[in-house]
T-cell receptor, first 110, second 116 residues
Framework: KQEVTQIPAALSVPEGENLVLNCSFT??????LQWFRQDPGKGLTSLLL?????REQTSGRLNASLDKSSGRSTLYIAASQPGDSATYLC?????????FGSGTQLTVLP | NAGVTQTPKFQVLKTGQSMTLQCAQD?????MSWYRQDPGMGLRLIHY???????DQGEVPNGYNVSRSTTEDFPLRLLSAAPSQTSVYFC???????????????FGPGTRLTVL
């Protein structure tokens, strides 16, 4: 059974810092990995999708990497802003289901 | 495109009542699924469907029924609601029906259900 772990569970940083969120998964037989953002009381917003054949994807200040063989992904956020405060979820897709990590709750202090 | 839509946004039920959570997508996606999100438990898969007429159980299927008569709609039925089903429910869709390509999963805004 696939298991997805996200470290740290919570992170608080001052505005302007660069930061890295970590995600690991136990079964490398995945088709893709997706990073989501969830604001309190809201739904999930897709940030980045990395196909299993890719190593990284970038969108604005966000960069996600994937090392499928070691079962790891990182989400890099550059020049963090208070508006980045949210819970970030990592999920892996095996063509049947999306398995989620428990998320990293990020707080960016002004 | 409206994307993935869910109704209702909020619902309060009494124990034993039944209801249907609606989910629809207009992106011609083959795959649709239902998740529940609980504090400390994360998002867990309830049921999923890989196409019209085909459904299967996820991690936590007990107490829920689904059917998929069309590509667009994937309703979730609670036959006899229990307090343990108090949760936030998300519907998702993905994988293009024609090309088979996956551009990730798209989520609806969620339904907040309280069972008293």
């Amino acid at each position: 059974k696939q298991e997805v772990t996200q470290i740290p569970a919570a992170l608080s940083v001052p505005e302007g810092e660069n930061l890295v969120l970590n995600c690991s998964f136990t079964d490398s037989a995945i088709y893709n990995l997706q990073w989501f953002r969830q604001d309190p009381g809201k739904g999930l917003t897709s940030l980045l999708l990395i196909q299993s054949s890719q190593r990284e994807q970038t969108s604005g200040r966000l960069n996600a990497s994937l090392d499928k063989s070691s079962g790891r992904s990182t989400l890099y956020i550059a020049a963090s802003q208070p508006g980045d405060s949210a819970t970030y979820l990592c999920a892996v897709w095996d063509a049947r289901q999306l398995t989620f990590g428990s998320g990293t709750q990020l707080t960016v202090l002004p | 495109n409206a994307g993935v839509t869910q109704t209702p946004k909020f619902q309060v039920l009494k124990t034993g009542q039944s209801m249907t959570l609606q989910c629809a997508q207009d992106m011609n996606h083959e795959y649709m699924s239902w998740y529940r999100q609980d504090p400390g438990m994360g998002l867990r898969l309830i049921h999923y469907s890989v196409g019209a007429g085909i459904t299967d159980q996820g991690e936590v299927p007990n107490g829920y029924n689904v059917s998929r008569s069309t590509t667009e709609d994937f309703p979730l039925r609670l036959l006899s609601a229990a307090p343990s089903q108090t949760s936030v429910y998300f519907c998702a869709s993905g994988k293009d029906r024609v090309s088979g390509s996956s551009k990730g999963q798209f989520f609806g805004p969620g339904t907040r259900l309280t069972v008293l």
